[in-house]
């Protein structure tokens, strides 16, 4: 493929796409919930395939505290991108979904077929009918124009380059986030939740380089979940991060604030069925890359908080 169109092309997972026929789009170039926008990023340059990271993206409280935004900024950019490839004749595109996307209450573990089974959890359910309406579009224009247009199903993702907002983030973000103004200022490290939710956790490299695999070589008209398909605590998950910090003072946990969806255990069959040999990076390798970048960029991480700061 020639030239390849990554939206969101600065963010967590679209940072990660490095062959210099990947070209990056950020919002400042186009909002992508202007239809016109993104028509000017096609008439431009020709390209031959898309990959679709852009999306309004957060954690539990984020999408708990949005909804209307989440919903809104991901419908349209969403319908925008997938028209205007189409318009523009672009013959393959990757679209994001999410294990949030999937129903509450099904049988688990989810796979590929169970996206429209019921409704999402409530945390997230503006978000998750939004990035449904996308499968709704692809399985669409499959139909319609026969178009190699597919979705992937991460999980949880994880990685440098990550939104380390504290309120709004994702859990890891912005665990490293908080222990690390912890351990700075002597300071208890609050936790939310319980602890016992359970998720599963893929490193935003392996996501790249699977989407990558997907573009090229998958057409088939159900997504493909990208997943290692390990779950883990949050309880466990926080003490790893406890531990590659160093973190020595208090630890509280807050349950007051939400637990979000109990568990998301998918299944990654599919995947495993088509790249056998694929090696997905340990968690703990992947956290402790992670906060090593994170100490190292800290003035200029994505949702930095001062560290002089009395909100925290
Ligand atoms: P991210 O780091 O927040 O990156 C998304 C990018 O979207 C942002 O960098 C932002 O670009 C761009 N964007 C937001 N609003 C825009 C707008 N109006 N116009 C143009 N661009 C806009 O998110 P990510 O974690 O890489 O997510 C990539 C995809 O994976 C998303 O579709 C997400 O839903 C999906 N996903 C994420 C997770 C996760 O745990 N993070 C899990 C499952 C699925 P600028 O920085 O240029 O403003
Ligand atoms: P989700 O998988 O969509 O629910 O999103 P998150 O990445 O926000 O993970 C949420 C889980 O992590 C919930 O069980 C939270 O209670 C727990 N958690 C613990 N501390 C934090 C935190 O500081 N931020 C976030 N976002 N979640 C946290």
Redesign the pocket.
Known sequence: MSKVLV?????????MFNKPNYIP??????????RE?IDNVFEKIKFDGVI????????VGGNMNYKGEFFY??I??NTNVIESARVHRIKNLV??????VFPDKVDYPLTEKKIHLGPPHSSNDA?AYA?RMADVQIRAYREQYGLNYKSV??????GI???FDIENG?VVPSLIHKCFIARETNTPLTIWGSGTPLREFIY?KD?AKLTEWVLENYNEDEPIILSTSEEISIKEVVEMIIELMNFKGEVKWDTDKPDGQFRKPSDNSKIKNYLPDFKFTPLYDGLKETISWFESNYENV?GKKSIHSNQI
Not at 52 to 59: F, I, T
Request: charged content about 15%.
């Open positions: 939206t969101g092309g600065y963010g967590l997972v679209g940072s789009l950020s919002s400042s170039e186009a909002d992508l919930r202007i926008d679709h990271c852009a999306a309004k993206v957060g954690g900024d991901n349209l950019m679209s994001f979904l999410s294990t949030c978000y990035k199903i991460p999980t949880n993702i994880y380059n990550d939104n994702h935003n996501v994505r």
